[in-house]
């Protein structure tokens, strides 16, 4: 008997907060049309920091299931890299790919690389929590040579609710953060972001969830157009 499967696709690993419900959606309209499937992990939201850094052990526990899928790259698709200082995410990276051999991207650095390729010198934030996210993330964004202009919040602490956000509220404060900024970045994974204009006003959006996609898109050797 002939065996006629056909060769899977090229398969991608994407590690998301278990409190997330945009990645994956967003994930699957920007790989759609692509000869590549996405595989999930979820790490648990609450329990993923050790310290200042990350719990490094949860997040080798997905890396390993999803190179049982045998994805081709890997990224934490999530934005709390920012909040702790980039660094914690670049470890994290490092430990990874020392115990898969696979390249490891993950959205804060995927941020950080845009902003400095684009020339981008007065970015303007939208979070989704209080003044005291932004003001952190601003600072943290501050120490990578990025200049934070102006900033609005959304002002939700529980992070499943950011998935609520209207694109039509997100978009007006998108609007308001583009006011003097060369770009808009909208900083959460678990916001609607991707579903918003690539410009605004003559303003780029750059949206958290999209940059980590078109990151892992790069590490495993792909366009991103």
Known sequence: MTDTTDAAPLALGVILPSSNRVVERATE?????R?????????????MLRG????ESVFLTAADLLTDAGVAALCWNA?????LGFTPDERLCATVTRRTGLPMV?????????????GYRRLGLVVQGGTE??????????????????????????????????PSRLEA???????????????????PGWRLPAVLDGVPLLDATSL???????AAGLSVT
């Open 79 to 83: 934005t709390r890299g920012a909040a």
């Open 52 to 55: 200042e850094g990350y719990d």
């Open 29 to 33: 309209a920007r790989l759609a049309g």
């Open 106 to 118: 993950t959205t804060a650095l995927a941020a950080r690389d845009r902003i400095r390729d684009g």
């Open 133 to 166: 996210e932004a003001e952190l993330v601003g600072a943290r964004f501050a120490q990578a040579g990025i200049a934070i202009g102006a900033a609005r919040t959304l002002g939700i602490t529980e992070n499943r609710l950011a998935a609520a956000v209207s």
């Open 212 to 218: 980590g996609t078109e990151a892992l898109l790069r």
């Open 173 to 191: 404060a998108a609007r308001e953060a583009a006011q003097g900024s060369d770009a808009v970045l909208i900083w959460s994974t678990n916001l």
């Open 35 to 47: 000869p590549v499937a996405a595989c999930y992990a979820r790490v648990p939201y609450g329990a």
